[in-house]
């Protein structure tokens, strides 16, 4: 499917989409601006490859879009968590703290 | 996602809703322009920051193409997951429908399981008989090389002669000729005759067959003189030798003769049918000689098409050859060529598989009927459920979706109709089999098969849509204002609605019409064939087959003597009262039938086709005592006429009549001048037979008496006085006393000869008559429910016309008319559809014209009957119809 991007990237990506979206519906571009913000540009991502993240999330039924006007008055395609793109999320915000915790654990341990 | 379903909207939004492409378009150049705002706001120059926006962005076109291809994934998932749960709704509302209301339900179950049932059973017949090739590599390549008669197209066996022509050109990729005899296998515990097939050495290569054990004939085997080698059937092997393995090598008695086995042959070849043991074809000089001989047709052939060349090909080779032996001997061969058929075609016969096409054609007209039948109980429940839909269409279902919906209620109906039905097909298939004739060529083939399984499948959709799409179109028609409103204020049907039924119902009636003259020709054909006069008494005749065969009986003599002597002591067994032997038994009951030409002293030769021909029978005498076949002028033949006495002749009143228009053919000599060459004093003139079977014509007969022409392989007739089936067991005995490697074989009682000899007819009219009994009660139903709906829903109508002055009699008469406009439109279109099919039942009637007056105006007077019955329940009803109570109802 994609070039060769490592599995976890691929899912830190699905990951932080379904963050992005936690406080409400947001378009792509509202996306990718929050997620330079919010990683202060640590995660640079290709803004392109945020695209077929999002229709996989859609097609994979954790996230609906409904069309609607931007702040600019421009059409735009808003996106919003499903139920199931909720418990998705808490699913793998858990999964992120073990993972994390874990990685942490080895890395900072002293000796 | 059900949930989304259910409202309006997905469908709306489907309609507005732009292309996939472009919404991706439109979301990424959305983003693009956004960034390339916010870089000029940063104080970016335009151009600068569309580059700029561009590079950050990616790969444009990927990232576009993968959004797509996501999108266009998701929406077919999306669509296949709608129509799933559309489906599963729609199934599980039909079964709760189709469970409201089950006497409905179960009356089209059973009228679809009848007609799937039947038309499966039959369906089966036609599969493994006419569709399903035969068991050889490449059978479709295989023909029947035969002799063909320009005159009258008839056909018939070859000549070795013309079979070594065939070789030299190159004709065939393989040819191989064979001879049917039939042989007896003694040694062991009981012996017995078995068909047999004589063979040259490309047979079994033109077939393509290879043993299951052990090795074909090869060169050797066929040289006169050398050892006796034979091959088993796998039949044979299994029934008389156990299957045992060891059997390759082992000597077996044939025909008197010690012979190794040397291979058995796979299981279910077929062909040549029945046959359990092949001899190779010895050609000895003397015997070439005479095979060569261009009108000695006496072998039949199979051969395999050469690689590339057609049929068409190969006959007209066949053609220029055979006209080069026409030219050769002009006298014997004028207006005969050669031809091939293909094995399958040849095997079943023409007239069989237009029997069994024409078969399965009526048994779809009875399904026609149950469909026809089914279509109507829609009907009138889509009458009944109208406000249901109404309401359904008033919450926004669209047409579309209560089109499926009862489409797929019509599904279910046709699935459980042909899941009965197939259990019809699985005790039809079986009756089937018991009841059909023996020629039928691989009956023992005939089941339900995957084959058979998968038509019941596609007949029960196809059934769904037949019955079920018109009554779906129609019900979901109309506005639901309307419909909601018509129940109460409507008082009478639509004109239009109740001339559909009636089309519906006359429709019924002529299909029935159709299958009822059928069954009634066939049926009357039967009758007359069951009243033909055989030319002498069935009843009390037992037959046996009997083959003499070993080296004692090579001597001159000994058979004739052999036969005697067995006739003596049979005629000693209590119960016998006189016994005989022939070479053919009448009604085609079995032995060696032999055609020749005959020309009475003095008259010179006629020219080819003019010749008076009659058939050759070799008889014992007390023959036509023992038989009952009136003597009507002259002498019996009796022991006297010996080998050694004047050549003498007996012949039928018809053979005397052809041969002597004008005189007593009695005392005058005649000689079969191609073959025997031998004046024969005519001494007798007997009664006439039919010859080979009931609806034969009258043919010429000769007989001569057994020493005059000692054949070894007879049939035996006995007269009993009682069961001749009693006999039986004291017959075997005296075979056996007298010589232990003879074997009775073909045991039958004339009655039985008689029966077969009328079965494809009795076949017919019982396949027929079943169809055509089940097609009128459908018929009956129909009409009585179309009538009897009809005065349900003009119940209003009719009390304002009684409350308006009408008697009960005008009300009778109304309905009794409308059942008798059906009946007539029905009758006359029937008798259209009677008048083509009749003319391909031909090859089934015997003595009945194909538009027997008789028959067609039985079947109309009986159908009118039934139409007037159907109506009379419905009418009485309508008469009895109370003005006040049904005014005041509504």
């Known amino acids: 499917m994609d070039k060769g991007r490592p599995d976890h990237l691929h899912g830190t990506l699905d990951a932080l989409i379904l963050k992005a979206l936690a406080p409400g519906a947001r378009h792509g571009y509202a996306i990718a601006r929050w997620l330079e913000e919010t990683t202060d540009e640590v995660l640079r991502i290709e803004e392109g490859s945020l695209y077929p993240a999002l229709y996989r999330l859609e097609k994979r039924g954790w996230i609906e879009a409904e069309w609607g006007r931007s702040e600019l008055g421009r059409r735009a395609k808003f996106y919003h968590l499903t139920e199931r793109g909720w418990a998705a999320l808490e699913r793998e915000t858990a999964e992120w703290a073990r993972f994390a915790a874990a990685v942490s654990r080895v890395l900072l341990a002293t000796g | ?890």
């Open chain 2, 1 to 890: 996602m059900a949930k989304r379903d259910e409202g309006g909207r997905p469908r709306v939004r489907g309609i507005l809703k732009p292309s996939v492409g472009d919404e991706v378009e439109e979301e990424l150049s959305f983003h693009v322009e956004m960034r390339v705002r916010e870089l000029v706001a940063e104080g970016w120059s335009e151009a600068d920051a569309r580059a700029e926006a561009l590079r950050r962005f990616g790969d444009l076109m990927r990232v576009k193409a993968d959004c797509r291809r996501i999108a266009e994934e998701r929406e077919r998932s999306m669509r296949r997951m709608e129509f799933l749960a559309g489906l599963r709704q729609d199934v599980r509302y039909a079964f709760r429908q189709l469970m409201r209301s089950r006497a409905f339900a179960a009356a089209a179950v059973v009228m679809l399981a009848l007609g799937i049932g039947a038309t499966t059973a039959i369906f089966s017949v036609v599969d493994a008989v006419l569709l399903r090739s035969l068991p050889f590599p490449g059978a479709e390549r295989l023909v029947i090389p035969e002799t063909l008669n320009l005159e009258n197209g008839d056909t018939w066996s070859v000549t070795y002669g013309d079979y070594l022509d065939w070789v030299d050109a190159g004709v065939f990729a393989d040819v191989g000729l064979y001879q049917s005899v039939n042989v007896n296998i003694s040694g062991g515990e009981a012996s017995e005759r078995v068909a047999t097939a004589l063979i040259t050495g490309d047979f079994f290569a033109a077939l393509g067959v290879a043993p299951v054990l052990g090795r074909l004939f090869q060169a050797d085997d066929f040289v006169p003189g050398s050892p006796a080698t034979a091959i088993l059937s796998y039949g044979l092997w299994q029934r008389r030798f156990g299957g045992d393995r060891g059997i390759i090598g082992r000597s077996v008695r044939i025909a008197g003769v010690p012979t190794e086995v040397i291979a058995v042959l796979p299981r279910g070849l077929g062909f040549p049918r029945d046959v359990d043991l092949w001899l190779p074809l010895e050609v000895t000089p003397a015997r070439r000689a005479i095979w060569e001989r261009r009108d000695n047709f006496i072998f039949r052939s199979v051969a395999r098409l050469a690689p590339g060349r057609t049929l068409e090909q190969t006959r007209s080779h066949l053609a220029t050859l055979a006209r080069q032996v026409e030219r050769d001997h002009p006298d014997i061969r004028s207006n005969v060529t050669v031809t091939a058929t293909p094995l399958g075609a040849w095997m079943v016969g023409a007239e069989l598989s237009r029997a069994l096409w024409l078969f399965l054609g009526a048994v779809v007209l009875v399904l026609l009927i149950g469909c026809v039948n089914v279509a109507n109980l829609l009907l009138t429940r889509a009458a009944v459920r109208g406000r249901e839909l109404a309401i359904r269409t008033a919450l926004g279902a669209g047409r579309a979706r209560i089109v499926r919906q009862l489409l797929t209620e019509s599904v279910i109906l046709a699935l459980i109709g042909g899941a009965v039905g197939v259990a019809v097909a699985f005790w039809g298939v079986r009756v089937l089999v018991a009841a059909a004739p023996a020629e039928i060529p691989r009956l023992e083939e005939v089941a339900l098969s995957p084959t058979a399984l998968a038509f019941a499948a596609a007949v029960s959709l196809a059934s769904a849509v037949l019955f079920g799409l018109a009554p779906a179109l129609r019900a979901s028609r109309g506005s639901p204002g309307a419909a909601l409103g018509e129940t109460s204020l409507r008082a009478t049907a639509g004109a239009g609605t109740r001339r559909r039924r009636g089309a519906l119902a006359a429709a019924e009636l002529a299909l029935s019409l159709v299958l009822l003259v059928a069954a009634g020709l066939v049926l009357r054909s039967f009758a007359q064939l069951r009243a033909t006069d055989p030319g002498f008494e069935t009843e009390g005749l037992l037959t046996f087959s009997l083959s003499l065969q070993g080296d004692r009986y090579d001597p001159d003599g000994v058979t004739a003597s052999t036969f005697a002597e067995l006739r003596r002591r049979m005629e000693a067994i209590p119960g016998i009262e006189k016994t005989a032997i022939v070479s053919s038994l009448p009604m085609g009951g079995g032995g060696f039938y032999l055609g020749r030409s005959f020309l009475a002293e003095g008259r010179p030769e006629p020219p080819q086709g003019e010749e008076v021909s009659g058939m050759w029978n070799v008889v014992s005498p007390d023959y036509f005592g023992t038989m009952r076949i009136p003597l009507l002028r002259g002498r019996d033949f009796s022991s006297a006429d010996g080998a050694e006495s004047t050549p003498v002749m007996i012949v039928n009143r018809e053979f005397a009549r052809r041969m002597f228009p004008d005189g007593d053919a009695l005392g005058k000599r005649v000689r079969s001048w191609r073959d025997e060459n031998l004046y024969r004093e005519i001494v007798g003139i007997v009664g006439d037979v039919r010859f080979f079977g009931a609806g034969d014509e009258i043919r010429p007969l000769v007989y001569v008496p057994h020493p005059q022409n000692e054949w070894g392989s007879m049939v035996v007739v006995v007269r009993t006085a009682g069961d001749p089936m009693t006999v039986v067991g004291a017959l075997r005995d005296a075979v056996r006393g007298l010589d232990p490697d003879l074997a009775v074989d073909d045991v039958q009682t004339m009655d039985q000869v008689f029966a077969a000899s009328v079965a494809p007819r009795r076949f017919g009219s019982l396949l027929l008559g079943t169809f055509a009994g089940i097609a009128v009660v459908l018929a009956a139903i129909g009409i009585y429910g179309i009538l009897s709906f009809g005065v349900t829903q003009r119940t209003r109508e009719i009390g304002i016309r009684m409350a308006l002055g009408a008697r009960r009699e005008d009300v009778l008469r109304m309905v009794v008319r409308e059942a008798a406009v059906i009946a007539l439109v029905g009758t006359v279109a029937g008798l259209a559809g009677a008048l083509v099919v009749s003319r391909l039942l031909k090859s089934l009637l015997y003595q009945v014209s194909a538009t027997d007056p008789v028959t067609f105006g039985g079947v109309v007077l009986l159908l009118i009957a039934v139409a007037v019955a159907a109506s009379l329940a419905p009418a009485r009803r309508a008469a009895s119809v109370d003005p006040a109570t049904t005014l005041r109802a509504e």
